[in-house]
């Protein structure tokens, strides 16, 4: 139906969308009714993820395509809101929505980093990148990099980074999945990966970016709605006004006065400290350096700055950098709101009350372990020592803290589940878009046809894809900490490439080749030592590295900086280096300046360097 | 695409006009991510709300912010190449 109307399609996107916002609000009526009608929980978690996974499938298949435009840049169709909402839910991903508002609870003020992280990175895209990646207007990431820098070797270089920075956010994203779907339809995980492995295949695989785009709208306002709809009941039972963003206010000064009777030193809201309270100079470090690090990141992840070629112009591109960030901001916003109403509900109604009459949610929390529960002085009082919860256990308890009944909790996992796709999906098409069109296409076998290409490019979707759910299937939660490294794999490696490109002439392609490998190596080789090394790493660094122990292992943090910030090293020295062997070698050619003097300016030709006419 | 091509000077006034913008957002980008979390001890004495301000500053107010700043730059940015004639449609 959709199809059909095709260039209506685009034409009547808000009426389309609404009337799937409709029909996703009736379908969670209608398992409200079924829960109050008696059907057991299980079938409606299964009913929850048929049918979203269905709408995604169709989606899919509505959008199938033949032609390279729309397989690779959704035909440089998609309005700027639009690609903006896609944008968020490329971006946000299970770590975003179940483990962030726990990662608030847990670590109070400092874990804000990933809050300033997780969204200043598009200050930076908006500003330096995405309105002239747009305007050079080819298909990839590496693209930029093969015209900009002339040759195959950046072009291979960047394609390098850009797998080993997507491929382990991509097999997060199929444990996330795993653990939501083992959790809520009592799969087993394998199961539930290959389960997840499906839904991202029929997103993607006959449409590309075009099918990805308009499966991660729906998707966004899957999550969105999931998200806000739990906190918004807790703060209108908590403090009369249904606006969690704004009242959690009130939570936390409650939060405040408890802290203050239980004898807790370092209050929720208290910058920079440790368990005593006490301001310690390296816990600031640390948090700037991560926030730093994530930020780079962002604007070098390639499956969120491949989305900015999607958009009609150069202009459409620039706003809708300004969507994609209000869009994640209705989330990110929320999330503190999450993290101190829970807090609020532990330290009010668990802990100093007898084990006997605590809340119902933490009985069914305890049973899967992701909260446990102590009596160590037999006391038959819950003490704080004796209470532990998980950070997953925080947005998914909510609708249970807030006695709603498991369709919210249904709706919430649907949520997680729609986050974790949506990312795995973009993640996916980066990869085999960058190693179809850039390997093969453009190194291999430049005479190759439009349906030999794409044909390729599906095959490879689907290898990496399996590649992806084996690694996720064997090795499950142990490798969950790689998800940090992705962000400072690609600024180390890609970064100081995109940005000087477009904003130094005097980069060339001795230069950002240097920096290119300077950097990757520098973070890759901090991030395995730290993480599998640390004592030698030590020996090596000196006393101010210290080793902290995690996941079984003596982790370095070296020169005090936790291992997953070491972008802090490899971007300033991607960076050097790229100045200083640009310096001495030959500047670019008069070709290669006019070719950065035409994606400066929004209007006119792209000027390639080799004389290639641009795709239009 | 009847494009108005640029002389030599104008596409030089235009980049000149849009690198200042860069470094002014950069600098108000820098600010709401480091600069203000620097004393959010000292900020955390007002209390507004309930919202101890250095903690609503790293939980709300720079991502506000970021907001903000996206949408002002890029319409600032198309002023300018309205200004220049290089605005597209």
Not at chain 1, 87 to 92: F, V
């Amino acid at each position: 139906m959709v199809m059909k109307m095709e260039g209506g399609f685009l034409n009547n996107l808000g009426r389309v969308y609404a009337i799937y916002t409709g029909c996703f609000v009736a379908f969670t009526i209608l398992i409200g009714i079924l829960e109050y009608a008696g059907v057991p929980n299980v079938y409606l978690g299964y009913m929850y993820v048929a049918g979203t996974l269905t709408v995604y499938a169709v989606i899919g298949f509505l959008s199938r395509t033949g032609q390279l435009t729309e397989y690779y840049v959704a035909g440089r169709s998609v309005p700027a809101f639009y690609n903006g909402m896609a944008t968020a839910s490329d971006w946000m991903s299970a770590a975003s929505f179940i483990g962030m508002a726990g990662s608030l609870y847990l670590g109070g003020f400092d874990s804000h980093a990933f809050i300033i992280g997780w969204t200043g990175g598009y200050v930076l895209v908006a500003v330096l990148m995405a309105p002239y990646l747009r305007k050079f207007g080819q298909y990839t990431v590496p693209d930029f990099f093969g015209a900009r820098y002339g040759g195959n070797a950046a072009r291979l270089m960047a394609v390098l980074v850009l797998v080993t920075a997507s491929f382990v956010y991509m097999v997060a994203q199929l444990v996330g999945v795993g653990i939501i779907a083992s959790r809520f339809l009592g799969l087993s995980f394998e199961i539930a990966v290959y389960a997840g492995l499906v839904g991202i295949l029929v997103c993607s695989m006959m449409g590309g970016m075009k099918a990805v785009t308009w499966t991660q709208v729906a998707q966004y306002i899957i999550l969105i709605v999931a998200y806000l709809i739990p906190v918004t009941i807790l703060s209108a039972e908590v403090t009369g006004v249904p606006i969690p963003q704004l009242m959690y206010g009130q939570a936390l000064e409650k939060v405040a006065a408890l802290e203050k009777s239980l004898g807790i030193l370092n209050a929720h809201a208290n910058p920079f400290s440790n368990a005593r309270g006490e301001y310690e100079f390296m816990r600031m470090v640390n948090f700037f350096a991560l926030a730093f690090c994530l930020m780079v990141g962002t604007a070098s992840l390639p499956h969120i700055l491949m989305r900015y070629f999607t958009t009609p112009t150069v202009r459409e591109a620039r706003s809708s950098v300004g969507w994609s960030i209000f869009f994640i901001y209705l989330l990110y916003f929320t999330a503190p709101a999450y993290a101190v109403f829970a807090k609020l509900e532990v330290y009010q109604n668990v802990i100093g009350q007898p084990i006997a009459s605590l809340p119902a949610w933490v009985a069914e929390w305890t049973k899967i372990g992701l909260v446990t529960l102590r009596d160590a002085n037999s006391d038959g009082i819950v003490q704080l020592a004796e209470f532990r919860i998980q950070q997953d256990a925080i947005v998914l308890a909510t609708p249970e803290i807030a006695g709603l009944p498991y369709v919210i909790a249904g709706l919430v996992a649907a949520g997680g589940l729609a986050a974790a796709l949506s990312t795995a999906d973009g993640l996916l098409l980066a990869m085999s878009n960058a190693m179809s069109h850039d390997v093969y296409y453009k190194i291999i076998d430049p005479k190759a046809e439009t349906a030999k290409r794409m044909m390729i490019s599906r095959v490879l979707l689907v290898i990496l894809a399996l590649l992806g759910a084996w690694v996720a299937g064997s090795l499950g939660a142990d490798i969950l900490f790689l998800v940090a490294w992705a962000f400072s794999i690609a600024a180390s490696g890609l970064f100081a490439g995109l940005v000087l490109g477009v904003w130094w002439k005097g980069t060339n392609k001795p230069g950002v080749l240097a920096g290119m490998i300077a950097g990757f190596a520098v973070c890759m080789f901090m991030l395995i030592s730290s993480e599998f090394y640390g004592p030698w790493l030590k020996g090596l660094l000196g006393d101010s590295t210290n080793l902290v122990a995690a996941r079984g292992r003596q982790v370095a943090w070296p020169f005090g900086l936790n291992s997953i910030s070491v972008g802090i090293f490899g971007i300033p020295v991607a960076f050097l280096v790229t100045v200083v062997v640009s310096k001495l070698t030959t500047p670019p050619p008069q070709e290669m300046q006019d070719f950065i003097d035409s994606i400066r300016i929004p209007t006119g030709a792209v000027k390639l360097a080799d004389g290639e006419a641009p795709p239009h | 695409m009847a494009a108005k091509q640029l002389s030599l000077e104008e596409a030089k006034a235009h980049w000149a006009k849009t690198s200042t913008l860069m470094w002014i957002s950069m600098a108000i980008w820098f600010f709401l991510s480091f600069v203000v979390h620097i004393f959010a001890r000292e900020l955390n004495a007002i209390t507004i709300l309930g919202f101890p301000l250095g903690f609503w500053f790293v939980a709300q107010g720079s991502i506000t912010g970021y907001v903000i700043l996206c949408f002002w730059s890029s319409s600032a940015q198309n002023d300018i190449d309205r200004e220049f004639g290089v605005e597209e449609e």
